[in-house]
């Protein structure tokens, strides 16, 4: 059986899995659940991940939930995959350490700035949290650029999962209007090299101007 992707294609963390299994060039099937597709509560969907929230990458009889998770184990079960999660412990920690400030500090206030503009009507916007998220969250990003120095990506001249679990953020935040982004060269420079990239441009730059609450 092929691989089965659970969740809707304009969920950020779905397009993170999307995005690698691209890169991967891996063939796979895209259930929609959740948002406007519901699902979540169906029975069979429960029984596939404790949490009840998507993704789900489903391989035959095993299942697995949480975007990070997913790409581990995608690069672990995929040809290809060593590439983006090479075979080094000190590596290894090192991709790991970038994943996961990007699923905690990164999207905790990306998801500030977009619930903001996008989810939210106009006359309840709060625009001075969601500057304040914003400003935030380039703090974040700068972190990367410092870390990028002269080398292509985050690890190195080639991309790794670090580079998929935060770069996944960047086209929606450098897209959404109202809000003021400061130059970050090094960052922009990255996020141009991502936006080069077939799988991403096919998987993250997607139009979202449906998921914007009517005012």
């Known amino acids: ?13 779905v ?20 948002g406007e597709f519901g699902g979540l ?17 489903k391989d035959g009889d095993f299942a697995v939930a949480e975007s990070n998770a997913i790409l581990r184990y995608l690069a672990l079960t995929q040809p290809g995959g060593e590439a983006f999660y090479p075979n080094d412990p000190k590596l290894r920690a090192t991709i790991d350490m970038w994943m996961d ?6 999207f905790g206030e990306f998801i500030k700035v977009f619930s903001g503009i996008v989810r939210t009507p106009v006359k309840d916007r709060k625009m001075g949290q ?4 914003a400003r935030r969250f380039q703090m974040h990003t700068l972190k990367i650029g410092q870390t990028l120095d002269n080398q292509s990506f985050i ?4 991309p790794t999962l670090a580079d998929i679990a ?11 209007p109202l809000i003021k982004r400061q ?28 998921m914007f609450v009517n005012s």
Request: hydrophobic residues 40%; aromatic residues 14%.
């Open 130 to 133: 969601i500057v304040i998220a």
């Open 101 to 106: 400030f990007g699923s905690s500090s990164m």
């Open 41 to 57: 509560d169906d029975e069979d969907f429960q029984a596939l991940t404790p949490f009840g929230l998507v993704p789900v990458l």
């Open 15 to 34: 397009q993170k899995v999307m995005w690698f299994l691209g890169e991967l060039g891996v063939e796979y099937t895209q259930i929609e659940k959740g």
């Open 166 to 176: 935060t770069g996944v953020y960047m086209f929606r935040f450098f897209s959404l």
């Open 183 to 210: 130059s970050q060269a090094r960052v922009e420079a990255w996020f141009t090299k991502l936006h080069k990239r077939p799988a991403y441009a096919e998987n993250v730059e997607t139009d979202f101007r449906h």
């Open 155 to 158: 690890t190195g001249n080639q």
């Open 1 to 13: 059986m092929g691989l089965e992707l659970y969740g809707r294609k304009d969920s950020i963390n």
